[in-house]
């Protein structure tokens, strides 16, 4: 029996009852423990994030996934957790000590980490709640966060081994360092920004009395950052560069600090840009840190002149004058720093050589330095320009880690989808540099190594172990560092089972089935995973890895909050509600291409919720009510085995786009299923002749739908499911997948397509010539065909109310104006004699024709000029194409009708 549906589909309503009701009764995991299991872990979101766009198409496309294969039986489970985020959250507590006139400093690690701790179960839970907004059907009986006991275990496990393995070591390198953090930061949390700034030309005297071949007695060297002269420990110049081969393994001398520095070879050094000689400064640059090292340099030779802040202090040689310690980088507040004060001594010794430019007047002018923009990297989190700093951090080995992964992509072992981003896999995998896991923080994973009085380091999973190591009395220190987030989030896909103890969820749902990742993480977490689930557990992760696109704002840039361009998921939700947001994620997700946010799609997908929730009261006004079979029923009806062979063919073109991961294709497929073939079709086909039998079918079919829906647009078809019949203890979310066991009737398929085809000429005729779409028409058929005959013979009163069409007669059409249309092989002649004034309607649609065909060549000729489309707003580019697109479909419209006229 069914319950009446309201006339108003309201999916704030049903969507916060419906959630609640699946997570109260534990249906996210059904106990399946014969199954098949089906596993997939999300992304750990930030403890201390928010929704954002990304994490709704990531989590839509993932519950697609796990809702689908929980329809089909399986153990289904979904990971869900959060990842504790350093940086992020100990920015957060910090800001908030500092709002009272506090700062971390002043508590003990103990009290400063307990302190956090109470942070994340006050205000930890946001984006875990909103997670449930969007629908995402995950396991929260099992919440994981990497700060977990178990997980912090696996953590340093996976720690200790790597370094006894000899694949994890401490070493001095360049890092990204964050100076108002005072934190090492990994790649992924740098941000670049084009800065204005300066190209400054200096002069480095050469010693000794040496001179160029062109006579000059110095090198000339360029920088951004001229404050980084004074620890220079080179010059390089190309081996192949003919000025300076002369002077290769000579000296210069520099201004300032006196220091003398080799000229080197190296090909580093471009001829054909500026001198082509550059200044080598490897504490301080990751560029010339290479160039060091391949100079003879070694690290701990290296010449540092900043500390943690990024002030000034003494190199190791003590040469940078007393002047400049204690000076920030560069200005700051303000107060000039070392940048300024170096140019200003470089320019009162005659060792900066000026810029000349030209004003608007043409006339020459001198500037310390050539005007430029900088590609300049930010901190995502301190919001200060990074700083290349040499310094003792623990690395991983990811060269050696990186090789079964590589094996694994090339033998097919694991499958990236769409295949093109193998080319970048690779790429940055067999050029993969040692992996920097040491961040300056208190919150995280502390280092698991502690070290005697002469900096011994002893790793172990304890003090007491690392004592035992280092011997009764031998006092330690441990290390204050912590690890790097992504070091932990690798272990993701097995220590949320329960790694490294061999539990039953290990066993059973480890490897995972499948990884649904952004594109922009595939190094920092993807790839990861990989080499740490091959080095913990000899086993990848997961077979299958889908890369998905960024959603892009509607003109197509990125989302940035600088540009004022982000969208609200959760805003979307509030106005068009989850499911349509879901579906617009879903049919938009075209593999290797972004999405381009549009407020109208999502709107449509909304009405075609409000059209299926229409079709539903329809069938219960009619006495169609839930179906008892999970097979298709019995069928005589032409019409009804028409629809039992739709259903067919949509479960398997759905079945065949989500084995494909073709999220897009799959969305479609139901979409023109359920608009078309269901409701503009099937619904107008059976009004007036519901019988018996045809309840049974729509009732089925409709059934069908809720269910080939359901991963889409859970919240409307489970609400839908249970208003169609008593069926409380059979939820849809864990009812069974389509299984027709029927096959397409050819014939039913013949006839009722044929009737689809007539009905839909015969309209679009009519919209051409402007004709009202109720007026009846006669129409002549001189040679139709068999089919023709039956359809026509079978369905008349249908062909009258749907093509208006009344009488059809089986003859020679008379004399006179008449239109043509066809339905397959068999052509229609539709007299219009009286319908319509001819010679009216030739003369508007020859003006109208004349209109667009000139607008269309208008546009086109825009289009076709270069300086439009590149110079112009990418927006009134995209309209030029949309107006364009528009004019010439209307070209091809109005010549077919005034063809139609003869």
Avoid at 32 to 50: F, K
Avoid at 399 to 420: Q, S
Avoid at 686 to 700: L, R, S
Wanted: aromatic fraction near 10%; charged fraction near 25%; proline fraction near 5%.
């Amino acid at each position: 029996m069914s319950t009446e549906l309201p006339k108003t589909f309201d999916p704030a309503e049903i969507e916060a009852r419906w959630y609640t009701h699946w997570e109260n009764e534990g249906l996210f995991r059904p106990e399946r423990p014969d199954a098949e299991p089906y596993t997939i872990v999300n992304p750990p979101p930030n403890v201390t994030g928010s929704l954002h766009i990304g994490h709704a198409l990531d989590n839509t496309l993932q519950d697609i996934m796990i809702r689908y294969e929980r329809l089909r039986g399986k153990d289904a489970l979904w990971v869900v957790g959060t990842d504790h985020a350093g940086i992020a959250t100990q920015m957060v507590v910090e800001r908030q000590l500092e709002a009272k006139q506090d700062k971390r400093t002043n508590y003990s690690r103990e009290d400063f980490v307990a302190k956090v701790w109470e942070w994340k179960e006050e205000s930890g839970g946001t984006i875990t709640r909103q997670l449930r907004r969007l629908g995402c059907s995950m396991d929260w009986s099992r919440e994981q966060f990497t700060m977990d006991e178990h997980f912090s275990n696996a953590v340093l496990k996976t720690f200790v081994d790597l370094y006894n393995d000899g694949l994890i070591y401490r070493d001095k390198r360049l890092v990204n360092w964050d100076p108002k953090l005072k934190t090492a930061i990994s790649d992924l949390e740098v941000e670049t920004q084009d800065m204005k700034g300066s190209f400054w030309h200096f002069r480095y005297p050469l010693e000794d009395g040496v001179t160029l071949a062109d006579g000059r007695d110095y090198i000339e060297v360029a920088t951004t950052r001229p404050e980084t002269m004074l620890a220079d420990m080179a010059v390089a110049v190309h081996p192949d560069d003919e000025r300076y081969k002369s002077v290769v393994g000579k000296h210069v001398v520099l201004p300032i600090t006196g220091r003398c520095v080799p000229i080197v070879a190296d090909e580093h050094a471009d001829p054909e840009l500026g001198s082509g000689a550059v200044k080598i400064t490897p504490g301080h640059d990751f560029n010339d840190f290479e160039v060091g090292k391949r100079a003879g340099f070694k690290p701990a030779e290296m010449l540092n002149m900043l500390d943690a802040e990024a002030n000034v202090c003494q190199t190791a040689d003590g040469l940078v004058p007393e002047e400049f310690l204690g000076l920030h980088r560069f200005k700051r507040d303000g107060v000039d720093g070392a940048r300024e004060l170096v140019v200003q001594r470089l320019k009162e010794s005659g060792h900066l050589i000026p810029h000349i430019a030209k004003t608007k007047k043409g006339e020459e002018q001198e500037l310390d330095a050539e005007p430029r923009t900088i590609a300049t990297p930010f901190g995502d989190r301190g919001g200060v320009v990074i700083e290349p700093w040499l310094t003792d951090q623990w690395y991983v080995d990811a060269e050696t880690l990186a090789k079964k992964p590589i094996e694994a992509v090339k033998n097919g072992d694991v499958e990236i989808v769409p295949k093109a981003w193998e080319k970048t896999f690779f790429n940055w995998m067999e050029n993969i540099q040692p992996w920097c896991v040491s961040r300056q923080l208190w919150w995280g994973h502390r280092i698991p190594a502690w070290y005697d009085g002469d900096g011994k380091a002893y790793v172990a999973l304890s003090e007491a172990e690392a004592q035992a190591q280092a011997g009764e009395g031998v006092a330690l220190t441990r290390d204050d560092d912590v690890l790097d987030t992504w070091f932990s989030s690798a272990l993701w896909p097995s220590a949320t089972l329960g790694w490294p103890e061999q539990t039953d969820l290990v066993a059973k749902h480890y490897p995972n089935d499948l990884l649904i990742s952004g594109f922009d993480i595939l190094f920092f977490w993807d790839a990861r995973m990989l080499m740490m689930g091959q080095y913990n557990t000899g086993k990848n992760p997961w077979p299958k890895l889908y890369l998905h696109g960024l959603v892009r704002a509607a003109d197509g840039a990125k989302m940035s909050k600088s540009k004022g361009n982000v969208v609200d998921p959760l805003g979307l939700i509030d106005q068009y509600g989850a499911d349509a947001l879901r579906f617009f994620m879903a049919a938009m997700e075209s593999q290797g291409r972004d999405i381009k946010m549009d407020d109208k799609r999502i709107e449509g997908y909304r009405n075609f919720a409000t059209k299926l929730w229409n079709a539903t009261r329809f069938c219960q006004s009619n006495g169609i009510g839930a179906s008892s079979s999970i097979a298709a029923p019995a069928a005589s009806h032409a019409v009804n085995r028409w629809i039992i062979g739709e259903v067919v063919e949509t479960k398997e073109a759905l079945d065949a786009a989500l084995a494909e991961l073709r999220f897009d294709a799959a969305a479609n497929t139901i979409y023109h299923f359920v608009w078309d073939r269901f409701c503009d079709w099937y619904l107008e086909l059976i009004k007036g002749q519901i019988d018996e039998e045809t309840k049974a079918v729509a009732g089925w079919t409709l059934d069908q739908i809720f269910v080939m829906l359901h991963p889409f647009m859970p919240f409307i078809t489970e609400e839908l499911w249970s208003k169609q019949g008593e069926r409380a203890n059979h939820p849809l979310i864990t009812a069974g997948w389509v299984d027709p066991q029927a096959e397409v009737d050819p014939a039913a398929k013949a006839e009722i397509d044929w009737l689809i085809a007539l009905t839909g000429a015969v309209r679009t005729a009519k919209n051409e010539l402007g004709i009202a779409p109720g007026a009846k028409l006669e129409a002549f058929c001189p040679a139709p065909g068999e089919l023709a005959k039956s359809v026509v013979e079978a369905n008349a009163a249908a062909i009258e109310r749907l093509a208006r069409l009344t009488p059809i007669h089986f003859a020679e059409a008379p004399d006179g104006a008449a239109m043509q249309v066809a339905a397959g092989e068999d052509a229609f002649v539709i007299p219009l004699e009286g319908i319509i004034d001819i010679a009216a309607e030739k003369a508007r649609l020859e003006k109208a024709l004349e209109a667009s065909a000139k607008e269309a060549k208008s546009l086109e000729g825009r289009l076709s000029n270069a300086n439009f489309v590149e110079r112009a707003k990418p927006e009134a580019v995209e309209k030029a194409r949309g107006d364009h697109a528009h004019h010439t479909a209307e070209v091809a419209r109005l010549e077919a009708a005034l063809a139609r006229l003869g």
